[in-house]
T-cell receptor, first 113, second 114 residues
Framework: DAKTTQPPSMDCAEGRAANLPCNHS???????VYWYRQIHSQGPQYIIH???NNETNEMASLIITEDRKSSTLILPHATLRDTAVYYC??????????????FGKGTKLSVKP | NAGVTQTPKFRVLKTGQSMTLLCAQD?????MYWYRQDPGMGLRLIHY???????AKGEVPDGYNVSRLKKQNFLLGLESAAPSQTSVYFC?????????????FGPGTRLTVL
């Protein structure tokens, strides 16, 4: 599975956009980029995923570079409730142990008033 | 729809004791997972199941056993608990293995082994 690199922590002002970067330079053509977040000690929560096109849903936007070696998760108007650890995960297609999620340490996002 | 539930929420064991953690999902999902999370770390996969009656090892399976006798339940057993197994345990389920499927996580079980 491709490895991901994320900054350990970031701060964001409430109401501003939070842009969380992720490097995945060894990603293969059929691997997806997934984002999950974990608020305090709760179970992780799915946010969004994409293959090569930019994606948007009610929670966030995912921007994947054309070479697919990096991506950015955008929370357009961060609130205090968005304070969490955000995990960028590269997921291989299913088959054997493939398709499983491999969590790194993520980025701890602190949204400040 | 309760989603993914875990029992118990908290447990304290002594070294050498055994226990079983129960994960239940009411979404008719095929795939189920058990993870552990140590302080300051990401989740690590212990065991998983791709359907009723099947189980497979994940990244850190030693010291744990699992069973999936019913589609909706996935049990994680510790036969002889060790202090190194002190952790927060999360269960997850997923519709199937398709790339568009996502995992839904339970609230976690906090286990302390003295």
């Amino acid at each position: 599975d491709a490895k991901t690199t994320q900054p350990p922590s970031m701060d964001c002002a409430e109401g501003r956009a939070a842009n969380l970067p992720c490097n995945h330079s060894t990603i293969s053509g059929n691997e997806y980029v997934y984002w999950y977040r974990q608020i305090h000690s709760q179970g992780p929560q799915y946010i969004i995923h994409g293959l090569k096109n930019n994606e948007t849903n009610e929670m966030a936007s995912l921007i994947i570079t054309e070479d697919r070696k990096s991506s950015t998760l955008i929370l357009p108007h961060a609130t205090l409730r968005d304070t969490a650890v955000y995990y960028c995960i590269v997921r291989s297609p299913p088959g054997g142990s493939q398709g499983n999620l491999i969590f790194g340490k993520g980025t701890k996002l602190s949204v400040k008033p | 729809n309760a989603g993914v539930t875990q029992t118990p929420k908290f447990r304290v064991l002594k070294t050498g004791q055994s226990m079983t953690l129960l994960c239940a999902q009411d979404m008719n999902h095929e795939y189920m997972y058990w993870y552990r999370q140590d302080p300051g770390m990401g989740l690590r996969l212990i065991h998983y199941s791709v359907g009723e009656g099947t189980t497979a090892k994940g990244e850190v399976p030693d010291g744990y056993n699992v069973s999936r006798l019913k589609k909706q339940n996935f049990l994680l057993g510790l036969e002889s608990a060790a202090p190194s197994q002190t952790s927060v345990y999360f269960c997850a389920s997923m519709t199937s293995g398709r790339m568009t499927d996502t995992q839904y996580f339970g609230p976690g079980t906090r286990l302390t082994v003295l």
